[in-house]
């Protein structure tokens, strides 16, 4: 499995390459939720590229950049171990060569970027955006796949596609979860052992206010659903029930329509959503 580590190797790479080509962006720590996008890229394409870069660009001033969990070595295993094609790992200088800050930057529309995430991470979706178009550039790949755990990336992502006509298909991979219905994250490894325990509550809101009865009001079920996140000792960033395409709020519990939440134990930010079947 070659290991590209700067954009001449990724670019003479591709243009060596044959065949159709997914494309995994990830931050590593890989996990079994990364290992289910690898398995859904390799059912669609020929080869499939992971990319691992923490991307200085979507963390802001006092988030968990120098914090986040890194393991270049096991996740180069397990890559090599479940038939990856190759991966591409390289460093800030060799992406943002002028420095983060002198970056052009991709500025997704304000509508879906600068709510719920957005509205708690100041030019979180653009530093995403920003990096996503630069991988695309640089590897070319016929399918983009991103997880559904990350919804809201995922929407901005999709209409970065259909806004700049970029011909890459982009496929949603579903959230993976523990036994108890923890959404697997790489920063799920940042909780403490009684983090852990508390960490499943979160899924298992959501799935009592998808079982909400079609038609009934989301505003209450939502607040009491929060103070009781808030009182087992969460900081609830948002509860919201929005509409799966356009993000907007949605008052009434209705088919399609989904529960999406942040919230903090400790500094570790969590992120979920479930969709009302
Ligand atoms: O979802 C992630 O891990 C990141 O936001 C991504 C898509 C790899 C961009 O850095």
Same mark, same amino acid.
């Given at each position: 499995?070659?290991?590209?580590?700067?954009?001449?190797?990724?670019?003479? *790479?591709?243009?060596?390459?044959?065949?159709?080509?997914?494309?995994?962006? /990830?931050?590593?720590?890989?996990?079994?939720?990364?290992?289910?996008?690898?398995?859904?890229?390799?059912?669609?394409?020929?080869?499939?590229? #992971?990319?691992?870069? #923490?991307?200085?660009?979507?963390?802001?001033? $006092?988030?968990?950049?120098?914090?986040?969990?890194?393991?270049?070595?096991?996740?180069?295993?397990?890559?090599?171990?479940?038939?990856?094609?190759?991966?591409? #790992?390289?460093?800030?200088?060799?992406?943002?060569?002028?420095?983060?800050?002198?970056? /052009?930057?991709?500025?997704?529309?304000?509508?879906?970027?600068?709510?719920?995430?957005?509205?708690?991470?100041?030019?979180?979706?653009? $530093?995403?955006?920003?990096?996503?178009?630069?991988?695309?550039?640089?590897?070319?790949?016929?399918?983009?796949?991103?997880?559904?755990?990350?919804?809201?990336?995922?929407?901005?992502?999709?209409?970065?596609?259909?806004?700049?006509?970029?011909?890459?298909?982009?496929?949603? $991979?579903?959230?993976?979860?523990?036994?108890? $219905?923890?959404?697997?994250?790489?920063?799920?490894?940042?909780? /403490?052992?009684?983090?852990?325990?508390?960490?499943?509550?979160?899924?298992?809101?959501?799935?009592?206010?998808?079982?909400?009865?079609?038609?009934?009001?989301?505003?209450?079920?939502?607040?009491?659903?929060r103070e009781r996140l808030q009182a087992a000792g969460f900081r609830v960033?948002?509860?919201?029930?929005?509409?799966?395409?356009?993000?907007?709020?949605?008052?009434?519990?209705?088919?399609?329509?989904? *529960?999406?939440?942040?919230?903090?134990?400790?500094? #570790?930010?969590?992120?979920?959503?479930?969709?009302?079947?």
């Amino acid at each position: 499995m070659p290991i590209l580590r700067n954009p001449e190797g990724l670019r003479s *790479w591709r243009q060596r390459q044959r065949g159709s080509l997914a494309l995994v962006p /990830t931050m590593g720590h890989l996990h079994a939720g990364h290992i289910s996008l690898l398995r859904l890229a390799q059912a669609r394409a020929e080869q499939v590229l #992971v990319s691992i870069y #923490v991307n200085p660009l979507q963390f802001g001033p $006092g988030e968990d950049f120098a914090a986040y969990p890194r393991s270049l070595e096991s996740d180069l295993q397990q890559l090599a171990g479940h038939g990856c094609t190759a991966v591409f #790992v390289p460093g800030d200088e060799d992406l943002y060569p002028r420095g983060a800050t002198e970056q /052009t930057r991709i500025v997704p529309p304000e509508r879906l970027s600068n709510i719920l995430c957005g509205a708690q991470r100041p030019g979180h979706f653009a $530093g995403v955006a920003t990096i996503v178009l630069k991988l695309l550039h640089l590897a070319q790949p016929d399918i983009l796949v991103l997880g559904e755990k990350d919804f809201q990336q995922y929407r901005i992502v999709g209409q970065m596609l259909d806004d700049l006509n970029l011909s890459t298909q982009l496929l949603c $991979g579903p959230t993976q979860r523990d036994e108890d $219905g923890l959404a697997l994250s790489s920063r799920n490894s940042r909780l /403490t052992s009684a983090q852990r325990v508390l960490a499943p509550r979160l899924a298992a809101e959501l799935r009592q206010l998808c079982q909400l009865p079609i038609g009934s009001p989301a505003q209450a079920p939502a607040q009491a659903a929060r103070e009781r996140l808030q009182a087992a000792g969460f900081r609830v960033d948002y509860l919201e029930l929005r509409d799966s395409e356009s993000l907007e709020p949605i008052a009434e519990s209705r088919p399609g329509a989904r *529960w999406l939440l942040a919230a903090r134990l400790g500094d #570790v930010r969590l992120i979920d959503n479930m969709v009302i079947p």
